[in-house]
């Protein structure tokens, strides 16, 4: 069994007196791809907020490498290493693209380091070094993601907080980053925790997933397990499920630890 690198234990976080979270657990395998799947407004993103320490926790824990990291900065989290790539992009639109891979390596000091992870960034992203000194706003979507994705590399994270990467994108751009996301997991070791609409994608490259359902964990399992699940071909897959029709709770299910 991989020992788990980052873990949410009976978190709970809030916007105000609306709470989002309420005693989310869950736990991420080091060198794994695990995913969060939910509809719009179940806690995906907070999750990611949380961890990252743009939300700091009502309740619970936050352990990364079995330290609690719950209430520092973000700033600090990043610096020891876990980096959050938002939903959206948030690119820096005015800089250039090398300027905003440079941001992604502000908590470094090592330039040569920093050119070598530039010039590895570039061979994922080939559309980047062609863009370099190109204003980041006038890229595409799609390049913009690639950008983004790029930038949380240049701070060598250890895990990946990957929000919703598919958002707005057609399927071919969708394939082609997720083929990328597959690429950084194995030849460079990130952890990476996906949250992402797109469930079949998500499925087809995540060891782990869990599901999200009004701020609460409904159901947890293997990738492949889970793309098999009724329940999810049917309200994630868009494919017809047999069984009751309508709205369904689900019992949490642990089948792998």
């Known amino acids: ?58 309740k619970g824990q936050v352990k990364f490498r079995g330290q609690e990291i719950q209430g520092r900065s973000p700033d600090r989290i990043v610096r020891a290493g876990i980096v959050h790539v938002p939903e959206g992009r948030e690119v820096f639109p005015l800089l250039s693209v090398e300027d905003n891979l440079r941001m992604g390596a502000y908590t470094r000091r090592d330039s040569d380091g920093i050119a070598q992870d530039l010039e590895a960034v570039f061979g994922y992203f080939p559309i980047l070094r062609e863009r370099a000194k190109q204003e980041a706003g006038q890229l595409s979507g799609g390049q913009q993601q690639m950008l ?6 240049l701070a060598r ?51 782990y997933g869990y599901v999200l359902e009004v701020g609460r964990i409904v159901m947890e399992d293997t990738g492949a397990r889970l793309a098999e699940k009724p329940d999810i071909q049917e309200f994630y897959l868009g494919m017809k499920a047999s069984g009751v029709r309508g709205e369904r709770r689900w019992k949490k299910k642990k089948l792998w630890r």
């Open 1 to 58: 069994m991989t020992a788990a690198i980052l873990e949410l234990l009976n978190v709970e976080s809030s916007y105000g007196p609306v709470q989002a979270l309420r005693g989310v657990s869950l736990s991420v395998p080091e060198g794994k791809i695990v995913t969060v799947l939910g509809a719009n407004g179940a806690g995906k993103s907070t999750t990611l907020k949380t961890i990252s320490g743009i939300i700091d926790p009502l």
């Open 148 to 153: 983004a994705i790029a930038r949380a590399l």
């Open 157 to 207: 994270p250890q895990v990946i907080l990957m929000d919703e990467p598919s958002l707005g994108l057609s399927p071919k751009l969708t394939a082609e980053i997720f083929a990328i996301v597959q690429r950084i997991n194995r030849e460079r070791g990130a952890t990476i925790l996906l949250v992402e609409q797109n469930a079949h994608m998500a499925l087809s490259i995540a060891d």
